[in-house]
């Protein structure tokens, strides 16, 4: 596919048909993932893939609220595979502690203004969103406001370390649809947003 193509036809999807993506499709888009920038080339993102039918309901169970959590439609239309990019700031801080960098005072991580490995690991997830699209699946990027300390613990993530959000793939439903705020509110005008020479 042309670029263009693939940004212009990424949408968020929540909505999947439940065949399995081959495992050699979704390795193809976590490698792309991998291939983000990094700050200092740090590389200090991982990434947590569910894809076994087990794993995902654990899932589903562990971060649905009980109260006001997903509907059961929605989750039996969820994802196959679930992909939890978490980066580790220890990563980082070990690379800005090497000479070539230890000058920046980035080895201790108050001081850091922006935190990279949160922004390194948002670059792999669009990268991955962008992916997906070009093999021909569907994805979401979404947050969780439930359960993720026993999620993190139930898939042996390393104590201290949190994704930066969930991302799902899957094949897109037959009756799947724009849906979510993308398909209620208007994308902003580029003379608003662009602003060229100043503010
Ligand atoms: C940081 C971030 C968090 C998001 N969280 C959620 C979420 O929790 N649930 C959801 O359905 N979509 C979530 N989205 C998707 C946005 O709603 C979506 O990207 C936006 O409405 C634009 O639509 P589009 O991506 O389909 O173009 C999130 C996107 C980003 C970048």
């Known amino acids: 596919m042309e670029f263009i193509d ?15 993506v081959p495992r050699e499709k979704m390795d193809r888009i976590l490698d792309v993932g991998r291939r983000g920038p990094s700050a200092g080339f740090a590389q200090g993102v991982d990434f947590l893939v569910l ?5 995902i309901a654990a899932f589903w169970q562990i971060t649905r609220h009980p109260e006001s959590g997903w509907d059961l439609d929605d989750i039996a239309a969820g994802p196959t595979v679930l992909v939890l990019p978490i980066p580790d700031p220890a990563h980082y801080l070990a ?19 922006v ?4 922004i390194d ?6 990268l991955m969103l962008l992916a997906a699209v070009d093999e021909g699946l569907g994805a979401w990027f ?13 898939f042996d993530v390393p104590e201290g370390l949190r994704p930066i959000g969930i991302m799902g793939f ?5 009756d799947e649809r724009p849906s979510g705020s993308g398909s209620k509110r208007l994308r902003r005008p580029f003379g ?3 602003h060229r020479g100043g503010w």
């Open 6 to 20: 693939v940004v212009h036809g990424r949408r968020m999807v929540r909505r999947f048909d439940q065949r399995p």
């Open 121 to 126: 690991a948002g670059m792999a997830a669009m």
């Open 142 to 154: 979404f947050g969780i406001d439930h359960g993720e300390h026993d999620l993190l613990i139930r």
């Open 170 to 174: 899957g094949f897109r439903a037959d």
């Open 95 to 113: 690379r800005y502690s090497e000479p070539d960098k230890i000058a920046f005072g980035l080895d201790d991580p108050e001081r850091w203004p």
């Open 192 to 194: 608003e947003q662009v």
């Open 51 to 55: 894809d076994r039918p087990d794993d």
């Open 115 to 118: 935190k990279f490995w949160e």
